[in-house]
C-alpha cells in the first residue's frame, strides 16, 4: 500500500511539474486534466481512496482562512468518520490568499511538506488535494476505508507551520 501510494503521488508530481504554469489554473477543476490509464486516480492509500458520487452518505463544508493573528487554519480542524463512509468535502477558501485541502497519513504529510518547500510553484494533481485561490469552492469525494490516524493539511510552504492542519480520525463502523 505504501509502495503504490508513493509512487502515485510521483507520478501526479512529475507530470505537474512537467507541465508547468498551464497546469495550475485548471488542477483542481474537478474533471483532472489527464487520464486514468495509469491507475493513478483509483490508487488506494493508507487515508483511502477517491469515492463515487453515488456512494456518499454525508456533506462536511471545510473552510480555509488566515486568522486576525496571523495564524492560517481549517475550520472544523478536526474531523470523525466511520470506517468504510464515503464522504463530499465541500470546501471553501474564505481567506486572501490560496489554500489547499489535503488528505494524507502523517509521514505522507510530511514528505509531501518537504517537496512543497523545496519545490514551491509545484502543483499536483492527485485526487486527495484540492488547491484554492481566495474565493474559490472545490470539493472532494473520498472513501475512507482503513481505520487509523490521519491529517488533513494545506501544504503551501509556510502554512502548516502558521496551523493550517487538523486530525482526521477514521473508527467505528
Ligand atoms: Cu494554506
Known amino acids: 500500500m505504501r509502495l503504490i501510494r508513493t509512487s502515485a503521488f510521483a507520478a501526479g508530481c512529475v507530470l505537474a511539474l512537467g507541465a508547468g504554469a498551464a497546469?495550475?489554473?485548471g488542477s483542481h477543476s474537478g474533471g483532472h486534466g489527464h487520464d486514468n490509464s495509469d491507475g493513478h486516480h483509483d490508487a488506494m492509500m493508507s487515508?483511502?481512496?477517491p469515492g463515487k458520487a453515488a456512494d456518499v452518505s454525508r456533506t462536511i463544508e471545510v473552510t480555509m482562512k488566515e486568522s486576525d493573528d496571523g495564524r492560517m487554519l481549517f475550520e472544523p480542524s478536526r474531523l470523525e468518520f466511520k470506517t468504510?463512509?464515503?464522504i463530499r468535502f465541500a470546501i471553501a477558501n474564505a481567506g486572501e490568499i490560496d489554500h489547499e485541502f489535503v488528505l494524507d497519513d502523517q509521514k505522507g504529510v510530511m514528505e509531501h511538506k518537504e517537496l512543497m518547500e523545496r519545490f514551491p510553484d509545484m502543483e499536483h494533481d492527485d485526487p486527495n488535494s484540492v488547491r484554492l485561490a481566495p474565493g474559490e469552492t472545490g470539493e472532494i469525494i473520498w472513501t475512507f476505508a482503513n481505520g487509523g490516524s490521519f491529517e488533513f493539511a494545506c501544504l503551501i510552504p509556510g502554512h502548516y507551520d502558521s496551523g493550517m492542519r487538523g486530525d482526521l480520525v477514521v473508527g467505528g463502523r
Request: aromatic letters at 0%; a neutral charge.
Open 23 to 25: 497546469l495550475a489554473a
Open 84 to 86: 468504510g463512509e464515503t
Open 47 to 49: 487515508v483511502g481512496k
